[in-house]
């Protein structure tokens, strides 16, 4: 038992001295500086190297022959990104060097880890491949309306292992480029929008149909979303009491629902100023008295 207390004397003495000596707090004082210094410069860096990135695809954004608005958007930021991951991760290092951490032989470690762990890490590995194809053939880019996974919206960001994706409802979706097999991009062509609106079988069809053309003819005029005048491409179907026609416009990308939008409601005001006909709900009411004594005269 006595042996037990030496020894526990002995190091807390030692301990005690060890923390209260001016040696320690003078690396640790000077470590302190180090580290504060190596972040504040690893900070500036990643600031200037941002902005320069900026600068850089914002004046190649001027030159003829460039890449898209989109595409430029997207590698821009994963530039930014890649920048920062890396000075940062240098700027981790070097505090660890700072206090006096072998820095060789714990990349040493690391790598023979890392070889362990990468048997178990093929996920990350596909997810980080995936996304480099995904920016290399310009799949898609930030700010394209795509549906993958059966989940619509626009895209946020893309990096080397994970899609951000806004849904139509505000929600994030976050999507690892691994799990990204079939994408549908929106963004890419043109949209389509076919209008189909009704008539009544009493109204003036060649009249009707003059009216419709004249005013499809205005229409890229006036509303910069519509590339070309509009097709009318006739009677679709023929139903109870009225006739289905239908009208084909083509749109900038995701323009189309706009446009169908004011085509329809345009199309009202046109056929009521010039008295053509529209099909209306119709009911009809039967007295069941009245039908009993016809029933019984009969």
């Known amino acids: 038992m006595n042996i037990l207390e030496s020894m526990w004397r002995q190091f807390s003495r030692r301990f005690v001295d060890k923390v209260t000596s001016e040696e320690l707090w003078d690396n640790v004082f000077e470590a302190s500086i180090r580290i504060t210094l190596i972040i504040l410069l690893a900070w500036i860096v990643v600031q200037v190297g941002r902005f320069v990135i900026r600068k850089v695809f914002r004046f190649r954004a001027n030159l003829p022959g460039n890449h898209?608005?989109?595409?430029?958007?997207?590698?821009?930021?994963?530039?930014?990104?890649?920048?920062?991951?890396?000075?940062?991760?240098?700027?981790i290092m070097a505090s660890l060097s700072a206090v006096g951490i072998n820095i060789a032989g714990l990349l040493a470690g690391a790598g023979i880890a890392g070889l362990a762990i990468g048997f178990g890490a093929q996920s990350l590995v596909k997810d980080v491949i995936t996304g480099f194809f995904i920016i290399f053939e310009d799949q898609f880019g930030v700010g394209d309306y795509i549906q993958v996974g059966g989940r619509e919206g626009t895209v946020m960001e893309i990096g080397l292992r994970t899609t951000k994706v806004k849904g139509n409802f505000g929600e994030m979706h976050i999507i690892p480029n691994g799990a990204i097999?079939?994408?549908?991009?929106?963004?890419?062509?043109?949209?389509?929008?076919?209008?189909?609106?009704?008539?009544?079988?009493?109204?003036?069809?060649e009249k009707a149909e003059r009216i419709v053309h004249h005013y499809l003819e205005t229409l890229p005029a006036k509303n910069e979303n519509i590339v070309t005048v509009p097709t009318l491409l006739g009677v679709q179907n023929m139903g109870v009491g009225e006739m289905t026609w239908r009208i084909s416009v083509e749109t900038l990308p995701l323009q189309h629902y706009g446009v169908a939008r004011m085509i329809r409601k345009d199309l009202i005001t046109l056929f009521e100023?010039?008295?053509?006909?529209?099909?209306?709900p119709k009911m009809m009411v039967y007295d069941q008295n009245t039908m009993n004594?016809?029933?019984?005269?009969e």
Not at 70 to 88: K, M, N, P
Not at 273 to 280: A, M, V
Request: charge should be negative; charged fraction near 20%.
């Open 293 to 297: 004594r016809k029933g019984g005269a």
């Open 273 to 280: 100023d010039n008295h053509i006909d529209l099909p209306y």
């Open 68 to 91: 898209t608005e989109r595409r430029r958007t997207t590698i821009e930021r994963l530039l930014q990104s890649i920048i920062s991951y890396v000075v940062y991760f240098s700027a």
């Open 181 to 205: 097999t079939d994408v549908i991009n929106y963004s890419l062509s043109n949209s389509i929008a076919n209008i189909d609106f009704t008539l009544g079988y009493t109204a003036d069809i």
